[in-house]
């Protein structure tokens, strides 16, 4: 009979994927409420911040991780399809952190210039963003080039902590990846809708309005998840 592995070997990598990520994004939000920390303290919100930002987090999490237990575990059962459903896990898992890491990248500039955290009204105004790179590399060469050294380091460290070489060298079990992609569906979903009701539209980012200061809103808020909703809100009615 041949070896297959159980399906915690799939759940392994979307876990620790969302570990990082939330603890990333919370780091970075901590960040910013240590810059507005007069304002936060003032607000009274400054457990709200995080509490809601960890619903953001999630939700986020939700939308990238979708698609990699959907169709790492519908192809890796498959033992023809599983060097297709390697590939496509390592491959939406890195762009998923490329994605989440490049999108808080380029927000301390719109945070520090316009007091909001961009989205795609906010990078559809921009004209010229050639120049506008250039013109922000020179201004703040010191701090970008510390967060791209930053991003890069934290990229390849989670490409090898992927250990692809091992990644799935043997089909998933079936059972188990069945029960594993049920649940997850229904998490992802849970964490995306930030609740049990599925008639009410996905987390907004009105919903974190948590304060009459603009900008602990925007910090309360991740830039990949409001980027994201305002890219499908269109389509929500």
Not at 113 to 118: C, M
Request: charged share 10%; net charge positive.
């Amino acid at each position: 009979m041949k070896s297959r592995l159980s399906a915690t070997h799939l759940l392994r990598h979307l876990m620790l994927f969302l570990f990082i990520g939330v603890f990333l994004l919370t780091m970075i939000r901590a960040g910013y409420v240590l810059w507005q920390f007069p304002k936060a303290l003032d607000s009274g919100a400054l457990i709200d911040i995080f509490f809601m930002g960890l619903r953001y987090d999630l939700a986020l999490m939700g939308i990238i991780l979708l698609p990699v237990l959907v169709l790492g575990s519908l192809f890796g059962m498959i033992p023809g399809t599983r060097a297709l459903a390697k590939f496509l896990i390592a491959f939406l898992l890195m762009v998923g952190m490329v994605f989440l890491l490049l999108a808080e990248l380029v927000t301390p500039y719109f945070m520090t210039e316009q007091g909001i955290r961009p989205d795609v009204s906010v990078f559809g105004a921009i004209k010229d963003p050639v120049s506008l790179l250039a013109s922000l590399w020179s201004a703040y060469l010191i701090p970008a080039v510390i967060g791209v050294m930053l991003t890069v380091l934290i990229i390849i460290a989670y490409w090898a902590r992927l250990e692809t070489n091992r990644l799935l060298r043997f089909p998933l079990g079936v059972l188990s990846t069945l029960a594993l992609l049920v649940v997850g569906v229904v998490l992802c979903a849970l964490a995306v809708y930030s609740g049990i009701d599925p008639s009410q539209p996905p987390l907004s980012p009105t919903t974190g309005l948590i304060s009459s200061e603009t900008v602990l809103n925007e910090i309360t808020l991740n830039t990949g998840y409001k980027f994201l909703y305002s890219l499908v809100s269109p389509f929500l009615g």
